[in-house]
């Protein structure tokens, strides 16, 4: 009969145990690290969309057909807007059709994320010519 004399863990076995916490926990920081930046970037794009539907809004609010603030004064243009800890390029091209007296404007917003990567939203809409200051007809 043997007896044997192999007394407690040998340090094969806990040199494989180290290696294998060493994985995982490298693993999981990785993980962290990766949803952090995702979770930057979606508020950004948040961030994004909200001043590009503010840009919209604010160019279809004309208060006149002609004159500052009217329909006639509806341009192309570009501004900068400062977030939170990132800087947004606005841009919005209009174009113009006839018939129906009719503008389609598009607004672009592209930011720069931490790792130096472009982001691009953009968002469309139309307007019409309507004098604000008629009354409002109902259609039966």
Known sequence: MKISSQKGIGLIETTIALLLIAIVIGSLIRLQIYISYSNGVNQQENTAIIIAKDK??????????????SYASIANGAETVTGKNTEYTV??????????????????????????????????????????????????
């Open 56 to 69: 919209l809004e604010t160019i279809k609010d004309y208060r006149s057909l002609t004159g500052a603030n």
């Open 91 to 140: 841009t919005w091209n209009v174009t113009t059709w006839t018939d129906p007296s009719v503008k389609q404007i598009d607004v672009t917003v592209t930011w720069t994320d931490r790792r130096s990567t472009a982001h691009t939203i953009e968002l469309s809409g139309r307007v019409q010519e309507e004098n604000p200051s008629a009354p409002a007809q109902v259609m039966g």
